[in-house]
Every structure is written in C-alpha cells, then in structure tokens.
C-alpha cells in the first residue's frame, strides 16, 4: 500500500471517528459545503449567504448566514463555520440574558468544521485532488436558557436533541489562469450521515439509528490579487429523503489558505 493509500485511510478513519465521538458538526443546513481542494499555506476570514431554490423557498425567512475561518499548511486544509436562518439571527439577541422571556427556544445556530487532505494539485499542476470529511451540529436557545419546571418533558426532550452530520467524500479541481486573475472550478460528491444525539426518555428511539445519503456541491472560487476571493457553489442531493438544493456565494480576506 502507498504512502499516499496509507494517508487516506488514516484521514478518513479520523474524520469518522472524531465525527462520533463529538458533537460537531459540518454543514450549516441551507448552504452548500464549500470544498475546493486547490488550497496553500495560509489564513482566511469568510462571510457566506446561502439558499435553498426548492419550490416556495424565497429570499427571507430560509435565507443562511455564516461566517468562519478558514486554516491551510502542507497538505491539510480546515475550515470552521457558524451559521444560522437569517430570522434567527435576529432572535439571538433575545436569548442572550439567559432567560425565556423574548426568547424563542426554537432559535437555532449550526457549527461545522471541515477537515481536507489534499493528495495532488498546485504550483503549476492545474488539476488538484483531495479527501475531505467533517460534522456539524445544531445549538439551540435552550443551551443556554432555563425553562420553567412547568414545560412537559417531551418539549424539553425534543429541544435539547440535536443533528449530527458527518458529511465524507472527495473533490477534484481545475486552476484556469486568466490575465488578471484564475479560476478555481471544482466539483466534490460525498455522503453525509445522519444521526441524532442527545434524546431524553420520551424520544430515545430517535437516537437508535443512523442515516445516510449521497449530495454533491461544485463552485468556483476567483481570488482577486491574493487577498480576496469571491466563492460561489451549488449543492444538491437528498437530506431526510427528499431531493433539497442549495445555491452560495461568499466573500473572504487573508493571504493564502483555502479559498
């Protein structure tokens, strides 16, 4: 078996067991997981909008928020995120004081982190290869408010469980130099697995079985003079059994890094 072989088989045996081991996660629902494999050494800040395109899916409500940094040395590249429905951004405010007065506990943020093993590609190679697998999670206001004792167990059972996605795939990338500035077109399929963590006693059973479905994403991302990039990326596939598309676009400073 090759160095290479060994590498990748490491990598993905990690990802999988940090992803069921914790609770962290890797993809904010409604925005598609950015992995263009053609990264360097380096540093980055991003800002994404995400939104879903399925029927009756308008800009608003379902419209995504995130923001994140994004880290690269040598072959590995990591990305972290936080984000959440653009409404509720708007109600975290009220759930800061730690009380449920002004808070709906159903406000919800998502956490993810990317981990991507690049196996070919940059310099001069235009064609670049990675592996990539990650989680994510979803934290809700009653992490962090106190219900009132009266609130029955099934509603506090079904607040404090949450998603854990473990998305694990591959992508590949073409660098397309142009006389100011290059593309970086790429197209990544994965498998993402499903499972709930966290149940209480009247919904253990949902926590009894884990899930999986087949998406893909592809993008492009356009770096302006080594500083900023422009990213944008469409992702399709099944999410609960049911075909749900998600289209991006996202901006990012630093010097380097994963673009």
Known sequence: MSRIHRAAGAFVFAVLA????AAAQAQVTGMPLFTNPRFGLGFRIHADIGQPTNAGAQPGNLTVIQGGVTLAAG???????????????????????????GCNPQTRVTGSALLQLKL???????ISLSLFGGASTD?????????PALVPQSTRDSLQTKQLTIPVGAAIGLHIPLLFTSLNVWGAPRYNFTKFIHCGTTNASMCSSTTNAFRWAAGVDIPIFSIISIRGAYDSGKIAGQTVNDWGVGVSIGLGGMR
């Open 18 to 21: 940090v992803g069921s081991a």
């Open 75 to 101: 072959p590995v590249g990591l990305g972290v995120n936080v984000g959440a429905l653009r409404n509720d951004v708007k109600n975290i405010q009220g759930c800061s004081g730690g009380s449920v007065t």
């Open 120 to 126: 070919m590609g940059g310099g001069l190679n235009p």
């Open 139 to 147: 934290f809700s206001a009653f992490d962090v408010t106190t219900l």
